[in-house]
């Protein structure tokens, strides 16, 4: 059974900085795209930060040079991590990891708009005050 449990959130003054991270246990596939969502209340889901499996990064313009992804691999489980630096309110989302969906095809780790499916976390609620 795959699971993704996210945790690392919290409430932040604009500038400060969070480290999120990720549990993805129970998947065994090697390959594919893993990476950062979000969602503020009334907006839409976006992706914030992907990895691929060869260790490539792709971020939203949004928080291109503030925001991190990294992985690492353990026996059956991942480590995924977000480090957020230079936090903004309109940061202000819960955030989620998920794998396994379905990609669009561009080659930057992204999800199909609708349903792309695969495995994703609870969430972890990041709260940024300006």
């Known amino acids: 059974q795959v699971q993704l449990v996210e945790s690392g959130g919290g409430s932040v003054q604009a500038g400060g900085s969070l480290r999120l991270s990720c549990v993805v246990s129970?998947?065994?596939?090697?390959?594919?795209?893993i990476g950062w969502f979000r969602q503020a209340p009334g907006k839409e889901r976006e992706g914030v930060a992907f990895i691929d499996s060869g260790g490539s990064t792709y971020y939203a313009d949004s928080v291109k040079g503030r925001f991190t992804i990294s992985k690492d691999n353990a026996k059956n489980t991942l480590y995924l991590y977000l480090q957020m630096n230079s936090l903004k309110p309109e940061d202000t989302a819960m955030y989620y990891c998920?794998?396994?969906?379905?990609?669009?095809?561009?080659?930057?780790?992204?999800?199909?708009?609708?349903?792309?499916?695969?495995?994703w976390g609870q969430g972890t609620l990041v709260t940024v005050s300006s």
């Open positions: 129970g998947y065994t596939y090697s390959t594919d795209c």
């Open positions: 998920a794998t396994d969906y379905e990609l669009d095809g561009l080659g930057t780790c992204s999800p199909v708009a609708d349903a792309p499916g695969g495995y």
